[in-house]
């Protein structure tokens, strides 16, 4: 069992940035990779970042590969997503995921993950 709290979210204007943070708890953080996803009103829910268990491979969606970071601390159970340059059209509700697989390889699909958080909603002003 894993359990995921977000939290970060906000109103800010496009250009602008914000850090997401996701704390976990329930199994050993360093053994597991873990995923961003979205979902903005009446679309589906979408990949955005994954870190692997070891934190040094990352994969990203084309959407935000050069303005999003993902990272994470396996001292505190968290990770991360900085978001800079933010766009319209990346107002969404923001949710981490864990993927137990014992692979260090970040995966993109959402039938790929385990455990899901609440979410958080990002929402970006023109």
């Known amino acids: 069992q894993v359990q995921l709290v977000e939290s970060g979210g906000g109103l800010v204007q496009a250009g602008g940035s914000l850090r997401l943070s996701c704390a976990a708890s329930g199994r050993t953080f360093s053994s597991y990779a873990m995923g961003w996803f979205r979902q903005a009103p009446g679309k589906e829910r979408e990949f955005v970042a994954a870190?692997?268990?070891?934190?040094?491979?990352?994969y990203y969606a084309d959407s935000v590969n050069g303005r999003f970071t993902i990272s994470r601390d396996n001292t505190k159970n968290t990770v991360y997503l900085q978001m800079n340059s933010l766009k319209p059209e990346d107002t969404a509700v923001y949710y981490c995921a864990a993927d137990l697989s014992p692979s260090d390889r970040p995966r993109s699909k959402i039938y790929e993950y385990d455990y899901w958080g609440q979410g958080t909603q990002v929402t970006v002003s023109s």
């Open positions: 870190i692997g268990w070891s934190g040094f491979n990352v």
